[in-house]
């Protein structure tokens, strides 16, 4: 079973985009529709302090009727934030995201920030080791080993 830290690396892009408690939902809607991402950390002094998502947006703001100019963000991000370091391992982090019903688990190395998984990049690591144990089984059975 592969870390955090062999999936963080083998991610086609390993950098994370956050934003700030203070500043304002709308800038967290065009940074999450420019990146193409479905959250994003919310980091302040260099320490996450929640994760804003898409969820958070349509369940915080719109559902509640809040304007997305005048709101900070720290009004309707995800906290407490749950987070692993880049030791555990993917069904560690497989069975916190589907415990705690998470889309994002933001990956922190003393204190701070170094990358974010989501529930996608778990699930594909997941059929790709599947996908070779059962080819390793197939070359087993065939002889071929």
Same mark, same amino acid.
């Given at each position: 079973?592969? =870390?955090?830290?062999?999936?963080?690396?083998?991610?086609?892009? !390993?950098?994370?985009?956050?934003?700030?408690?203070?500043?304002?939902?709308? /800038?967290?809607?065009?940074?999450?529709?420019?990146?193409? %991402?479905?959250?994003?950390?919310?980091? +302040?002094?260099?320490?996450?302090?929640?994760? %804003? #998502?898409?969820?958070?947006? $349509?369940?915080?703001?719109?559902?509640?009727?809040?304007?997305?100019?005048? =709101?900070?963000? #720290? $009004?309707?991000?995800?906290?407490?934030?749950? =987070?692993? +370091?880049?030791?555990?391992?993917?069904?560690?982090?497989?069975?916190?995201?589907?415990?705690?019903?998470?889309?994002?688990?933001? %990956?922190?190395?003393?204190?701070?920030?170094?990358?974010?998984? #989501?529930?996608? /990049?778990?699930?594909?690591? &997941?059929?790709?080791?599947? &996908?070779?144990?059962? !080819?390793?089984?197939?070359?087993?059975?065939?002889?071929?080993?």
């Amino acid at each position: 079973m592969k =870390t955090v830290a062999q999936l963080l690396h083998a991610k086609q892009s !390993q950098q994370v985009h956050t934003i700030g408690p203070h500043e304002m939902v709308l /800038d967290a809607l065009r940074v999450m529709a420019v990146k193409n %991402v479905g959250a994003l950390p919310v980091v +302040d002094n260099g320490q996450v302090v929640g994760v %804003v #998502s898409e969820r958070d947006y $349509a369940r915080k703001m719109i559902l509640q009727g809040r304007s997305s100019v005048g =709101t900070p963000v #720290s $009004a309707i991000m995800s906290s407490p934030v749950v =987070t692993v +370091d880049s030791q555990q391992n993917i069904d560690t982090c497989m069975s916190i995201m589907t415990e705690r019903h998470l889309r994002h688990l933001p %990956v922190v190395e003393n204190g701070q920030l170094v990358g974010l998984l #989501s529930i996608g /990049d778990l699930v594909k690591e &997941a059929i790709a080791e599947q &996908a070779q144990l059962i !080819q390793q089984l197939e070359q087993y059975i065939r002889g071929e080993q």
